[in-house]
Structures are given as structure tokens and as C-alpha cells.
């Protein structure tokens, strides 16, 4: 006859205590994405800061929003890309709507010859803002 025995560890309160801390700990490390992805969802749904339409720049991609899904949103971008953006970039980047002002302001560099005078090389511009009131060349 042969005898059996099962040993058991000899728990402390304290060893309780502490493995319920490590497990707490790594717990939330595991469920840290979960959480940003679903407090960017509840947020981007109350505030909408941009709409199915609109133009926008988020972590250097620039384009139109196509879709604006539960976990993503879905830029057209002008090469005819499809990129996804997850709402945690959404949320936790910086974000440029450009269409929530009507009118941009912008600086263009012009290369001009040096042997043509400065009117004659203006002229084709100014026909093509005629009535602008934004495209203000400095009086010569």
C-alpha cells in the first residue's frame, strides 16, 4: 500500500496581498489599449470635431474623410489612397480639420527671371484672382 501525499503551499496573507497587486498591475497594462480606443470612441461621438466630407491632416496624412467607422476613420487622400486611422490616433494626436473655415490663407513662392520686369511677370497672376480681395500684390 502506498501512501499519497499532496502538499500545499503554505500561503501568508501577505503573499495574497502582493500576487493580487502584480495581477492588478499587469491587468491593466493588458487592458490600457482596450480602454484608450473605447474613451476616444465615447469622446470623438460627443464633441465630432470633423464630419464625413471634410478635409483633414492627421500624423502627416492629409485627405478626405470617407468613413467615420467605430474603431477608425477611413481618409481618401488626393493620390487616391485609402488610409485607416484608428480613433485612438484620432484621439490622442493633434488633428487639422481644414473645412471648418471657408477660406485659407496660403503663401506661394514665386520663381521669377531676373531679366523681365516685375509687372509683366504679375500679370498673369492677376487674371487669375481678378476679384479676390485675399491676393494682394505689394504696389510696385
Not at 502538499?7 to 501568508?12: E, H, K, N, S
Not at 467607422?69 to 485612438?88: F, H, M, N, Y
Not at 509687372?119 to 505689394?138: I, N, R, V, Y
Request: proline share 6%; glycine share 6%; hydrophobic share 45%.
Amino acid at each position: 500500500m502506498s501512501a499519497c501525499v499532496i502538499a500545499f503551499p503554505a500561503w501568508r496573507h501577505a503573499d495574497i496581498i502582493s500576487w493580487l497587486g502584480l495581477g492588478s498591475v499587469a491587468i491593466s497594462f493588458a487592458f490600457q489599449e482596450i480602454f484608450k480606443y473605447f474613451l476616444g470612441e465615447i469622446l470623438l461621438l460627443l464633441h465630432e470635431p470633423f464630419q464625413v466630407g471634410d478635409r483633414m491632416i492627421v500624423e502627416g496624412f492629409e485627405g478626405t474623410v470617407e468613413k467615420i467607422l467605430r474603431r477608425s476613420t477611413q481618409i481618401i487622400s488626393d493620390g487616391g489612397e485609402r488610409v485607416i486611422v484608428p480613433k485612438a490616433i484620432v484621439f490622442t494626436n493633434s488633428v487639422r480639420v481644414l473645412t471648418m473655415i471657408p477660406h485659407r490663407r496660403t503663401n506661394l513662392r514665386l520663381i521669377l527671371a531676373y531679366e523681365t520686369c516685375l509687372p509683366e511677370q504679375l500679370k498673369p497672376w492677376l487674371k487669375l484672382f481678378p476679384k479676390s480681395k485675399a491676393f494682394c500684390p505689394k504696389q510696385l
